[in-house]
């Protein structure tokens, strides 16, 4: 059963920064789309980025164009463990954010600029910016 823990979100200024932590267990396949999502009070689920990976190997990470420049999208195999670095945060910013991984190319998920959802999910970690 595959199984992801968030951790690292919190309250922070406008200006600020986090990084989140999505630890992953459970899954027993080399290769992944992994990425985060977004949920903001009142709307939809966004995705926010992803990155492919395979026996070590990272593709190019993918960002939604609000987040270009501002987050940054890593894993780290040894530690099975995927991180979403976010600075210059903006009250938009605010939601829960969720990661997420599939065993599929990353590219077959994107259409248009938005992101489909991934089969599993964590259950989420609060990121709140105050401006």
């Known amino acids: 059963q595959v199984q992801l823990q968030e951790s690292g979100g919190g309250s922070v200024q406008a200006g600020g920064s986090l990084r989140l932590s999505c630890v992953v267990s459970g899954y027993t396949y080399s290769a992944a789309c992994m990425g985060w999502f977004r949920q903001a009070p009142g709307k939809e689920r966004e995705g926010v980025a992803t990155?492919?990976?395979?026996?070590?190997?990272?593709?190019?990470?993918v960002y939604i164009d609000s987040v270009k420049g501002r987050f940054t999208i890593s894993q780290d195999g040894a530690k099975n463990t995927l991180y979403l670095q976010m600075k210059s945060l903006k009250p938009e910013d605010t939601a829960m954010y969720y990661c997420?991984?599939?065993?599929?190319?990353?590219?077959?998920?994107?259409?248009?600029?938005?992101?489909?959802?991934?089969?599993?999910w964590g259950q989420g970690t609060q990121v709140t910016v105050s401006s």
């Open positions: 990155i492919y990976v395979d026996s070590g190997y990272s593709g190019i990470p």
């Open positions: 997420a991984i599939e065993r599929r190319l990353c590219s077959t998920l994107w259409n248009g600029g938005s992101l489909a959802p991934l089969g599993n």
